[in-house]
């Protein structure tokens, strides 16, 4: 398994995922958007920008989902990144989600400065706060309403990792 940049063979897998209310999931799918702003923005930058860029989820020749950050403003000169994940549904429980997730910390700490990751998930997405929990993320508390899907509002679940925390898989 491996993290890569978005190719242009990988965009149709990836709109696909992203465009598919089945593939993305119940805790995923917020609605219809604009079909082609992820191909657009491939176009411009590869999908790799300051504020926010994708890595492809590999695992041999097969494109089995994606990681994201955007960048968080916490002061003026200060940032910290927010992450997420999105694995095809025929990649899911394998361990697949927990290991992208381990190797976009380990490069987001090495590539930048920040001292902060998070990540947020709804309270009943029980297999990404494991995931999370198994990377080392700490559990930071409960957002009420956080976020609007399916009708109704729901409840979040945020996760910090500092720089300076152990990581449990290099804890060997």
Same mark, same amino acid.
């Given at each position: ?19 598919? /209310?089945?593939?993305?999931? /119940?805790? @995923?799918?917020?609605?219809? %958007?604009? /079909?082609? %702003?992820?191909?657009? @923005? ?7 920008? /300051?504020? @926010?860029? #994708? ?11 994606? #990681? ?19 694995? %095809? ?30 990540? $947020? ?8 706060? =494991? ?6 993320? #700490?559990?930071?508390? #409960? =957002?009420?309403?956080?976020?609007? %899907? $399916?009708?109704?509002? =729901? ?7 500092? =720089? ?9």
């Amino acid at each position: 398994m491996s993290l890569r940049p978005i190719g242009e063979a990988d965009l149709g897998h990836f709109e696909a995922l992203l465009l598919d /209310p089945e593939a993305v999931g /119940p805790f @995923q799918w917020f609605g219809w %958007r604009d /079909p082609g %702003r992820h191909r657009r @923005q491939w176009a411009e930058n590869g999908l790799l920008a /300051p504020e @926010q860029s #994708v890595l492809a989820i590999r695992c041999g020749d097969d494109f089995a989902g994606f #990681v994201g950050w955007r960048r968080v403003e916490s002061m003026s000169d200060c940032h910290y990144w927010n992450l997420g994940i999105l694995l %095809r549904p025929e990649w899911r429980g394998r361990g697949i989600g927990t290991e992208a997730q381990r190797l976009l910390a380990d490069y987001l700490f090495a590539h930048s400065p920040v001292m902060r990751l998070e990540a $947020d998930t709804e309270t009943t997405n029980y297999a990404e706060q =494991r995931a999370l929990e198994k990377c080392g993320f #700490v559990r930071e508390g #409960v =957002r009420r309403s956080a976020t609007f %899907r $399916d009708g109704e509002w =729901r409840d979040g679940v945020r996760y910090s990792l500092l =720089r300076t925390d152990p990581r449990p898989w290099t804890a060997s």
